[in-house]
């Protein structure tokens, strides 16, 4: 197995005596595209100040590509890239500046900051800007500098807490595409969002912190099994067939629009069966008359597997009487 960029082993933290964090691990591999979910106060940003090195106070480990981010600080510091919810940048600095100096104490020889400062500012848009003060900004673009500045340095993992939070659709898809690219060449990316959909596309596996607890992470895929959604099969029909009661006989429940059909299998069904019932549909809907224009499993939306999650686990406290 090849060791992991980040890893996390029961890290527990503490506010004024109020547990924040209980025994967080879990660890991502080189590459990886790491959703961290949760709704607010979750403990998000806390987890993520442990791991660029804000927050020194904690329970556990956490190592970054094998170093120990609390015994060896500056060495761990080198190899990440942390973009914080809210950036503070010196407000009259123009963000060319602003980004050179960021750059310079992330150890980003002068001659690769000339280089890359202009690039990754055309890459989001920002190359007019660059003479701007950093207070004459719109919130857009302070946080695309966040995101320049992490990138900067070209670390080996890139941690954003919230990185699309208060872009407009283009630039949300502009970043996407850039963390992919990253993934590609070989960072690793942690990014914490509520906006599940978004993490969705982007992200190869997600682990779900609620109340500072990661109850569960996996691929969307490992979560919809986990969590025994029911499988939904989606049809497109040019023409519907005349008998529909070999649906019936399987047991599955269907909401039909005009030309749409979505079939909800019985809960539990493993991909064998869903297999054999998705053939007998097509051969049950063309024997009935029907004409098919496509068909095919239904990925649930991440929403509906947080919101299950998130009703289970408080039923589960309830039942508890907590
Ligand atoms: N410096 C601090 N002092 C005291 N409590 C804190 C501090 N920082 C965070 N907390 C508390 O820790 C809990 C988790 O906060 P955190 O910012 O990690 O949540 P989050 O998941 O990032 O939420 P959001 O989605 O709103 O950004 C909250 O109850 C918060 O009040
Ligand atoms: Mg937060």
């Known amino acids: ?23 967080v691990s879990f660890s991502i591999a080189p590459g990886e595209v790491f959703g961290y979910i949760g709704p607010n106060g979750a403990g998000k940003s806390t987890t993520l100040k442990i791991l660029a090195g804000l927050i020194t106070q904690y329970d556990g480990s956490v190592t970054i590509a094998g170093t120990d981010v609390k015994r060896e600080p500056a060495r761990a510091h080198a190899l990440i890239g942390f973009m914080p919810q809210s950036c503070g940048f010196h407000a009259w600095r123009t963000v060319e500046s602003a980004l050179d100096l960021l750059g310079d104490l992330s150890g980003v020889p002068a001659d690769l900051r000339k280089r890359r400062i202009p690039e990754l500012l055309e890459r989001f848009h920002l190359l007019d800007a660059r003479t701007k003060k950093v207070k004459d900004l719109s919130g857009g673009m302070t946080q695309k500098l966040g995101l320049i500045q992490a990138l900067l340095h070209e670390p080996r993992l890139l941690v954003l807490d919230e990185p699309l939070e208060g872009l407009d659709p283009p630039s949300r898809q502009l970043l996407k595409d850039v963390i992919r690219e990253r993934s590609n060449a070989g960072t690793t990316v942690l990014f914490s969002s509520h ?40 049809l497109e029909l040019s023409t519907a067939p005349a008998d529909t009661a070999y649906l019936a006989q399987a047991g599955a429940a269907i909401e039909k629009r005009p030309g749409h059909w979505r079939i909800t299998l019985p809960k539990g069904v493993d991909v064998a069966a869903v297999d054999a019932t998705i053939h007998r549909l097509v051969e049950a809907t ?5 004409r098919l224009r496509r068909i095919g499993v239904a990925e649930p939306a991440l929403d509906d597997l947080f919101a299950h999650y998130i009703l289970d686990t408080n039923r589960a406290g309830a039942g508890r009487g907590n």
Not at 9 to 20: A, H
Not at 196 to 217: F, K, P, Q, W, Y
Not at 286 to 290: D, F, S, T, V
């Open 1 to 23: 197995m090849t060791t992991p960029v980040l890893e996390l082993r029961g890290v527990s933290k503490t506010f004024y005596g109020q547990r924040v964090l209980s025994d």
């Open 195 to 234: 906006i599940l959909s978004d993490v969705e596309h982007v992200a190869d596996r997600v682990g779900i912190l609620n109340h500072g607890v990661v109850a569960t992470s996996g691929s969307i895929r490992d979560l919809t099994r986990m969590f025994d959604l029911p499988t939904e099969l989606e």
């Open 286 to 290: 063309l024997a009935g008359g029907g």
